[in-house]
């Protein structure tokens, strides 16, 4: 495959993605209860893994999708931040005794190690409800501006998100993927846990972006395509790292499916064979961007970082 390989052009790209992961982080902040609202412990529990260090990676593609449509950012940055809430929480959940049982994740010890197993379910029910708070506030916001094109985009989008993390959704991956543990399982079925495990929310950030940036229907649906690829890419990569990555690098457990007994692309496939499936995957993301000319340069280059994130 032939691709430009991130140290060539990656200094832009870095700075770039740490400027908007930024603006992420202040909005993120104002989102939440403080922690001193009562009942101050679950406020502390939601902040506590929410600030816990993630790459934001599903809010920047939202407002990278809002740039390639030439959109206003400014309009999906409630959604962007209900993104990162609904991942975290899912996060939070995965981490469980009951479902993966880990005790590292974004470089601290979990939410459940920290504040109780308890504590970890209500504050991911806490993270799950507030997004949805926060995209009706802004539909709600939208309508009374006078605005109401984008108070219908927001209900297009809280529709999608809510069927992308529900149980036809990430919720319905998680449950294929429990499913799954202890046995032999085909190429299918491992498709369809990371279509909807990780590849659902992804495309629906995309969507997100585009949707109120207020992209053509044409345009929705190439970054639909190219997220759908990069969830793919970005599972498979997560698979690759659980074998060969660094604990501290990554900050969560190497071997984590390993001891789960999980079947993953390099389980079922090996090592070279996952690596070229997420080559391809990329690349095609990359065919995907055809349309776009340069304001889609920063959803080209973080598909080929995939490639070489080691976190
Ligand atoms: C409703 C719930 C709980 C959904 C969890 C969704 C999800 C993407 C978990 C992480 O997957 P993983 O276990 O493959 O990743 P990691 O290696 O980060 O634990
Ligand atoms: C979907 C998967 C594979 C879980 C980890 O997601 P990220 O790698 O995006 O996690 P954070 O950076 O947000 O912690």
Redo the contacts with the bound molecule.
Sequence with gaps: MQVETIAQQTYDLKKELKKMAQQIDQALVKALPEEEAIPSIIHQSMRYSLF???????PLLALAACQAVQGDQNKVMAAACAL?MI??Y??IH?DLPAMDDDDL??GKPTNHIVYGEAMAILAGDGLLTRAFGLLAEAAFAEAKGQSAEVAQRYLQVITEIAQASGSQGMIGGQVMDMEAEEKAIDLPTMEYIHQH??GALIKTSLRTGAILGGGSHEAIEALSAYGEYLGLA??IT?DLLDIQGDTEKL??PVGSDEKNQKSTYPSLLGVEKAREAAEEAVQSAVEALEPFGSEAELLRQLALYLLERE?
């Design positions: 816990a260090g993630g790459k934001r990676l599903r990162e991942h975290t899912s996060l995965d994740r974004r495990k990780t970005f599972q997560d900050g969560k976190n």
